[in-house]
């Protein structure tokens, strides 16, 4: 299916439990996939971003800082798990594991505020995000580029 600039992303809004949890799959899935410009398909044309102390708005901005962070951010592996929800608004506590280009392994570990409007497109996304160096035996996130199995464990079954 081809998508355009302005399609609605379902679920929508109001959100109910079972819908925030897609939701917040469908975009770790997207996360996963690593592709900047069908990743900023989700974002208002004018969403407004908060990234650690990086603050933009717009998707060429967004296509722009996603190309960035995978390239610095090898490997990447994303888990994102449903926190809160309201009405249009939805929190996500996240892990993510990458190697930077000297092979040195990571763990990041953050929390992600969202608010939709009406065709289910993120109008605003806040993200606070931590590093912790890991060595690569202590990696938890070893499934295949793309997204997570259905089969494999999230963060509360992994603890994090």
Do not use: C
Request: charged share 30%; glycine share 4%; hydrophobic share 40%.
């Amino acid at each position: 299916m081809i998508r355009r600039m302005d399609d609605a992303r379902p679920p929508l809004p109001p959100f109910t439990r079972d819908t925030a949890r897609q939701k917040v799959r469908a975009a770790e899935d997207a996360w996963n996939r690593r592709d900047p410009e069908a990743v900023a398909l989700a974002y208002t044309a004018d969403s407004r971003w908060r990234n650690r102390s990086l603050f933009f708005s717009g998707r060429p901005a967004i296509v722009s800082f996603l190309r960035t962070k995978w390239q610095a951010e090898r490997d990447y592996r994303l888990i994102k798990e449903l926190w809160a929800f309201d009405a249009d608004r939805i929190a996500v506590r996240f892990a993510y594991e990458f190697h930077d280009a000297s092979g040195a392994w990571f763990r990041a570990y953050g929390n992600e505020q969202w608010a939709f409007d009406a065709r289910g497109l993120m109008r605003r996304r806040e993200a606070s995000i931590n590093d912790l160096p890991i060595a690569q035996a202590d990696r938890l996130f070893r499934w295949p580029p793309g997204p997570r199995p259905a089969d494999h464990p999230g963060l509360a079954e992994l603890d994090l």
